[in-house]
């Protein structure tokens, strides 16, 4: 076996796989866990919104909606909206009863959704995913993102939300990765804002759902350093024999 494993080293084969490899992080002991969930706040946090200030969970989702769910850590995220705008609910000052009349433009959010979190550590990987009625845009405040826009609205209007991304019905969630890897969000430590501008373009129900967790570590994962080296030595073992053949 070391035999074999010393000849893939010796044709490079090893020691390209290894640098490929992207540097993982994990956390030590102390690190935390950050849960982004809606409906769930961890110490010191807050759900808000545009409409009455404090989110309110939504006790009677529309059955078409993605279900509730819960993060790996075994913490909740619900749907939620700023009073119970559950299954043929109405938006302020539409008429009663339903069918509420339609909106059919883009033009401003019905409600904007925000919750703050705290990532005290370099090396943050994690992902969010994110479902709304009738879809949404996702912005995100915090160091080196000035409001930025991860992702609009998605105005095809399907039988009960957007049809697509972003939308309420399973699979149609917005999904976004955070880490090192090729297109994901890269998140130093600070506190962030993530931001949901929630549009109603055809009628009740009316809410927005995201569920997802960000370890916050304050070194890479030793094991990466391992990889990185066993790379380097690999090319290094590979290269004059590289060069021999060229």
């Known amino acids: 076996m070391l035999l074999g494993l010393r000849n893939l080293i010796g044709s490079g084969g090893l020691a390209v796989a290894?640098?490929?490899?992207?540097?993982?992080?994990?956390?030590?002991?102390?690190?935390?866990?950050?849960?982004?969930?809606?409906g769930f706040n961890q110490p010191g946090e807050v759900e808000s919104n545009n409409i009455n200030g404090r989110d309110v969970a939504i006790p009677d989702p529309d059955p078409t909606w993605q279900p509730s769910g819960t993060t790996a850590d075994?913490?909740?995220?619900?749907?939620?909206?700023?009073?119970d705008t559950g299954f043929k609910a109405c938006l302020p000052g539409d008429s009663n009863p339903s069918p509420c009349p339609p909106n059919t433009t883009l033009a401003s959010p019905s409600a904007i959704f925000a919750k703050s979190f705290d990532l005290p550590?370099?090396?943050?990987?994690?992902?969010?995913?994110?479902?709304?009625?009738?879809t949404a845009a996702v912005f995100l405040e915090g160091p080196g993102f000035d409001n930025v826009e991860l992702m609009g609205p998605n105005g095809n209007l399907g039988p009960h939300c957007?049809?697509?991304?972003?939308?309420?019905?399973?699979?149609?969630?917005?999904t976004f990765n955070f880490g090192t890897g090729a297109g994901d969000i890269k998140l130093p430590a600070g506190v962030y804002t993530l931001i949901v501008d929630v549009y109603q373009l055809g009628?009740?129900?009316?809410?927005?759902?995201?569920g997802g967790e960000i370890s916050s570590s304050t070194v890479p994962e030793p094991a990466s350093y391992l990889l990185i080296g066993l790379g380097l030595?690999?090319?290094?073992?590979?290269?004059?024999?590289?060069?021999k053949r060229a």
């Not at 550590?121 to 009738?134: C, E, F, K, P």
Request: hydrophobic share 40%.
């Open 74 to 83: 075994g913490n909740p995220y619900v749907w939620v909206s700023y009073a």
């Open 121 to 134: 550590n370099s090396y943050n990987v994690g992902s969010l995913s994110i479902w709304a009625d009738d």
């Open 162 to 174: 957007s049809s697509g991304t972003i939308g309420c019905e399973p699979g149609h969630e917005a």
């Open 203 to 210: 009628g009740g129900p009316f809410g927005v759902m995201y």
């Open 18 to 38: 290894l640098i490929a490899l992207p540097t993982a992080y994990a956390g030590t002991v102390g690190d935390p866990v950050v849960d982004v969930n809606s």
């Open 233 to 243: 030595l690999g090319l290094m073992i590979a290269a004059p024999r590289l060069r």
